[in-house]
């Protein structure tokens, strides 16, 4: 109970603190920049691109070839003030028993590093012939035991929506109703949510309370890829919403098949940003670009 105190404290569960408007360029998190990268940036040329263009956090997404250089990265971050906002990670329904689980959280623990852990579960082979409340309890088990561990060194859980039963927005809020953590929350991503684009309406409200983080893209109707910010017929509608609805936590930008070239995805989304926020009539955020 201790250690989920420390991370209350240090405001890493659920939303972060509030922006000036939830849209602002301060707000913005860089997300699949890290193997989505034609020009293959070490932690230095990247960190160094975030600064320049002006976003101030980032979402680490590795492979294993990077692990050699989390230090690396983390340093790098830190000379160009740019924050370590997410990790990614995944696992099956045994987190404590997955030596990549392992490394990541003895590197966060060793550097002294709080921040949120992306957390995608994999289901076994044998899920889908498992009854709804069978499917709920055993990612329930994989998400609390990896909380019980994030909470030891001060990280917090964002259960990542990434397709199939675990990226459906009524499974993840019963799994978080079952669970009832202070450091675990959701973290919704556009650019996994076609099939539920129109529903968004209808259970955005519910899963807002528990958004540690939400990932804009552009969707269009109908249509399976993704496109930068203001690049779809779709997202627009759903950001309305998303300033409506009162959520002020943080907000990605991806570059996940948008551009072979993570600085090119960045400004790509950065320019549909400014368009779509001249459409809102958000002149605050608009002013932050």
Not at 142 to 147: D, E, I, P
Not at 217 to 222: I, Q, V
Not at 266 to 282: P, R, V
Request: hydrophobic share 45%.
């Amino acid at each position: 109970m201790k250690a989920l105190g420390i991370c209350l404290t240090i405001g890493l569960c659920l939303q972060s603190a509030p922006a000036v408007d939830v849209f602002a360029r301060s707000n913005l998190i860089a997300w699949c920049i890290v193997p989505f990268d034609s020009q293959n940036r070490g932690p230095e040329e990247r960190a160094a691109m975030l600064e320049k263009l002006g976003i101030r956090m980032l979402a680490y997404d590795w492979r294993d070839k990077h692990i050699p250089t989390f230090d690396e990265e983390a340093d790098a971050l830190a000379r160009h003030h740019v924050k370590l906002q997410a990790f990614w990670l995944t696992s099956g329904p045994d987190p404590a028993g997955d030596r990549k689980v392992g490394v990541v959280l003895d590197f966060l623990r060793r550097r002294g590093i709080h921040t949120q852990l992306w957390y995608m579960f994999v289901p076994p082979k044998n899920f889908e012939a498992l009854t709804q409340e069978q499917k709920v309890e055993m990612a329930a088990k994989a998400v609390g035991k990896l909380a019980s561990m994030a909470a030891q060194i001060g990280c917090s859980v964002g259960m990542y929506n990434h397709g199939g039963w675990y990226g459906e927005p009524e499974n993840q809020l019963a799994v978080l109703e079952r669970l009832k953590l202070p450091n675990v929350g959701l973290v919704y991503n556009f650019h996994h949510a076609h099939a539920q684009i129109d529903r968004f309406p209808e259970f955005f409200p519910k899963m807002r309370p528990h958004l540690m983080a939400l990932n804009l893209a552009g969707l269009r109707k109908g249509d399976r890829e993704v496109y930068a910010v203001g690049g779809g017929d779709r997202e627009l509608e759903m950001m309305r919403l998303i300033r409506r609805g009162g959520y002020r936590g943080p907000i990605g930008i991806i570059n996940e098949r948008i551009a072979p070239d993570a600085e090119v995805g960045l400004k790509m989304n950065l320019d549909g940003m400014k368009k779509l926020l001249t459409e809102m009539g958000d002149k605050a955020a608009l002013q932050t670009y």
